[in-house]
């Protein structure tokens, strides 16, 4: 027999979500701050500076992918622009699709809809 859980009421789901965003927020301001203090304010990608203001667009990559490794030599990090950064997180997403797309070796299939087949009788029709 399973055991139904009550469900959360909205001021302790809305509880839950500010505790797991300022958990998020400290965590990452503390890689965050370290990474700014070791590395230049260049995107490691594209190479564009950035300073004052627009600092804020500069984000901290995590090489392996895991929030959790924070060496404090900064050796799992690296700067990118928010671009760059959410270019490097699609190509992840798209390698599967795209090996999957090479393994199969099959050709693409040419269009078989022509939009514009019937435009030159129709235009024969208005004369």
């Not at 203090?37 to 500076?49: I, T, V, Y």
């Not at 050796?75 to 997180?89: M, P, T």
């Not at 999957?100 to 199969?104: F, G, P, V």
């Given at each position: 027999m399973t055991v139904r859980k009550k469900p959360l009421?909205?001021?302790?789901?809305?509880?839950i979500l500010t505790e797991l965003h300022r958990d998020a927020a400290l965590r990452q301001q503390g890689y965050r701050e370290q990474a700014l203090?070791?590395?230049?304010?260049?995107?490691?990608?594209?190479?564009?500076?950035f300073e004052g203001r627009?600092?804020?667009?500069?984000?901290v990559h995590h090489k392996d992918h895991n929030h959790d490794n924070n060496p404090p030599d900064g050796?799992?990090?690296?700067?990118?622009?928010?671009?760059?950064?959410?270019?490097?997180?699609s190509r992840d997403l798209d390698?599967?699709?795209i090996a999957?797309?090479?393994?199969?070796n099959q050709p693409a299939t040419p269009a078989g809809h022509n939009p514009f087949a019937g435009l030159k009788d129709l235009?024969?029709?208005?004369?």
């Open positions: 009421s909205d001021e302790q789901r809305a509880k203090k070791l590395f230049p304010h260049l995107c490691a990608r594209c190479g564009r500076e627009r600092l804020r667009e500069l984000t050796s799992n990090w690296e700067l990118l622009c928010l671009y760059c950064h959410d270019a490097e997180h390698a599967p699709l999957q797309t090479r393994a199969s235009l024969d029709k208005r004369k």
